[in-house]
Each structure stands twice: as C-alpha cells, then as structure tokens.
C-alpha cells in the first residue's frame, strides 16, 4: 500500500531562506507526483506536476525534484517570502490504474511560515 | 488557466437535510472528483467521474451520491446530511491519466 510521508510537519524560517520540503513515498511505481499548496480555508493551488519519466520542474522560485528509485521528491523554495506561508502538500498517482479507477494518494503536509 | 468553481464557500445545514454541493469546470476536462479534507486525515477521495454519467466510488462513499449529467458539472449529494459529515469538500478537475489535477476553493459544510 502506497504511503506518502512529510517532514518535517512544520516548519517557521526567516525571510529571504531558501528553503527545502521533503516528501517520501514507499512504492516507487508511479505515474507523477504534484505539489500543491494550501492557504488556511481556502482549495489547492497546483505548483508544480512531475511526471515519472522527469527529474524536475521550475516554476519562478520553485523548483521540485524526483527520484522515483530513492522514493523521495523535494520541493525547493528559493528567497522565501511572507507570502509563501501556507500548507505545502505533495501527491503521488500510483502507476497501476486503468481508466475507470482513480488514486492520487496525499501526504499529510508541511506548514509553513516564513516571518519578515 | 483550468478554473473550477464551487457553489458556495460556506453551508451550514441541518441534521436530515439533502444537500447538494455544486462543481463546474470551465477546460472540457473528462475527469472530475469530490474529496473532504478533515483535520489529521487529510484528504480522502469520495467519488470520483471519468465521463459524463459515470461515476466510481473513492474510498468513503457512504452516505453520500453523485450526479454528472453534463461534462462540466459534477454534484456532490447528501442524501440525509449527519452530523459526522461536516467538513471541507473539495472538487478537482483534470484533463486525462497523466494531467494535472486542479481543485476547486472548497465548500466548508457544517451540519447542526
């Protein structure tokens, strides 16, 4: 059984650090993994989407990685900003699915707080 | 930019209610989802759609049904609203197996 795991759980840095959040998952049979973000109340923000076949992707300050062997992606915040305070979640899609089945499977998240 | 909207961003009902939360893509995506996000249980799928009129369960469907009658739209329906069903519900959208998936702003229910 797939499981994805956060750490750390919460995590308060200064402005301007530049900052990394781990995700890990136990079945490296995957079909991607996508980072979200979440303010308090609000839906999920897509950051960013890798697909199995990738190593990476950048998007302005943010850039994840992938390593399907390791079981590990990180997710790389560069200069952070006050305004990047929220909830960073990460999801795999696990490689087995057919078209009339559907699993993205969450980790439990990262908080984040980034103070002036 | 996919735009999924939800009908309201917060309901509050009543025990035994039916209640109908609404979710509308605007990008032609087949396949849409409802999930409810609980503290420390994150999210859970509830049902999901992969065309219109069909439908699979996630992994708690019970007590709750769902409704795609148009390719943009997908209804989450609470045939008797509980107590335990409070929660944030959030819809998502995405275009085939490999795309990516775009969620709705959540409906935050709370059932009295």
């Known amino acids: 059984k797939q499981e994805v795991t956060q750490i750390p759980a919460a995590l308060s840095v200064p402005e301007g650090e530049n900052l990394v959040l781990n995700c890990s998952f136990t079945d490296s049979a995957i079909y991607n993994l996508q980072w979200f973000r979440q303010d308090p109340g609000k839906g999920l923000t897509s950051l960013l989407l890798?697909?199995?076949?990738?190593r990476e992707q950048t998007s302005g300050r943010l850039n994840a990685s992938l390593d399907k062997s390791s079981g590990r992606s990180t997710l790389y915040i560069a200069a952070s900003q006050p305004g990047d305070s929220a909830t960073y979640l990460c999801?795999?899609?696990?490689?087995?699915?057919?078209?009339?089945?559907?699993?993205?499977?969450f980790g439990t998240g990262t908080r984040l707080q980034v103070f002036p | 930019d996919v735009k999924v909207t939800q009908s309201s961003r917060y309901l509050v009902k009543r025990t035994g209610e039916k209640v109908f939360l609404e979710c509308v893509q605007d990008m032609d995506h087949e396949n849409m989802f409802w999930y409810r996000q609980d503290p420390g249980l994150g999210l859970r799928l509830i049902y999901f759609s992969y065309d219109v009129k069909m439908k699979e369960k996630g992994d708690i469907p019970e007590g709750y049904s769902v409704s795609r009658e148009k390719k943009e739209r997908f209804s989450l329906i609470l045939e008797s609203a509980s107590t335990n069903q409070t929660s944030m519900y959030l819809c998502a959208s995405r275009p085939k197996l490999a795309g990516e998936r775009n969620f709705g702003p959540g409906t935050r229910l709370t059932v009295t």
């Open positions: 890798i697909q199995s076949s990738q």
């Open positions: 999801a795999v899609s696990p490689l087995k699915v057919s078209y009339n089945t559907d699993k993205l499977i």
